[in-house]
Each structure stands twice: as structure tokens, then as C-alpha cells.
């Protein structure tokens, strides 16, 4: 299982380099995945999705900090930093999310694979007129209770 997270972490590590070959060395032909945009089922459709979120982003990588094994399922907490000309000016942006993966021991493979974080965080609030709108509603929010916004 080592090997397998060691792909899944270089696979991530520069998001823009990942060939459909990688890519097909760490995911099973009947990959499921899944996050708060997408939901895929198959390898092909995999790589066609990371071919498409590519050719959007002028930068994408991750930095995992944390890594859960319990059996058959790996959970990996991340920092996304990924840059897009279309969001706040193109600027350097970081993400927090976590990976939750169901793997296949036998064929040292991922079966499923799901992302979690705030869409919001990714994009909505990175568009200039709508991200101040957000954010505005997110510390009215925080302050009827008390706790700080992001």
C-alpha cells in the first residue's frame, strides 16, 4: 500500500504534469470519483477530466500533511495551490480539502475516490464582485455566533 499512496502523492504533486499513463498507474479501470462539481465513473473519463481541468489552471499542486490508513480506505488531508487567470487576477490561491479514497489492495489500485472542500472557498469568492458579497454574508454569519470567518 506504500507504493500506491507514494503515486497518489506524486501524481498530486504537480497536477499539470499528470499523463493519462500516471494516471491509469494509480486508479482502477472502474474508478468512481466524485467532488462538490464532478462525479465520474470509469479511467477513461478520469483522465479526459483531469485533461479538461489542465488546460484551465496555470498552475495546480498539492502539499499533503496528513495521511489516514485504516484497512482499504486512505484518507488524505491537502492544501491545494492553484492558480487560474480568470480568479483574483490570476494571483497564487490555497485551498484546504481532504481525499477520501476506497482502494483495491489486490490490484494496488484506487476504486473511489472523493474530494471534499468549500466550492465557495475554490471559486465563488475569488470573483471580484461576488467573492465581497460572500464574504460580507460569511462575517455576519460569524459574528451572530461569535466565531470567526475564514
Not at 23 to 33: M, S
Not at 53 to 80: H, P, S, Y
Not at 114 to 120: F, R
Request: hydrophobic share 40%.
Amino acid at each position: 500500500m506504500a507504493s500506491l499512496v507514494n503515486r497518489i502523492k506524486r501524481l498530486y504533486s504537480d497536477f499539470l504534469a499528470a499523463d493519462p499513463g500516471s494516471i491509469a498507474e494509480v486508479y482502477a479501470e472502474n474508478v468512481e470519483f466524485s467532488d462538490p462539481v464532478h462525479r465520474i465513473h470509469g479511467l477513461g473519463d478520469m483522465q479526459g477530466y483531469f485533461a479538461g481541468v489542465a488546460k484551465n489552471l496555470q498552475e495546480c499542486r498539492f502539499e499533503f500533511d496528513q495521511t489516514l490508513i485504516e484497512g482499504n480506505t486512505l484518507n488524505l488531508w491537502w492544501t491545494m495551490h492553484y492558480r487560474h487567470p480568470r480568479l483574483s487576477g490570476g494571483k497564487l490561491l490555497s485551498l484546504r480539502g481532504a481525499s477520501l479514497l476506497r482502494l483495491d489492495l489486490e490490484q494496488d489500485r484506487v476504486l473511489a475516490h472523493e474530494d471534499i472542500y468549500d466550492l465557495g472557498a475554490m471559486v465563488y469568492e475569488q470573483v471580484p464582485l461576488l467573492g465581497s458579497v460572500l464574504r460580507y454574508v460569511k462575517r455576519g454569519i460569524a459574528g451572530g455566533n461569535g466565531a470567526q470567518s475564514q
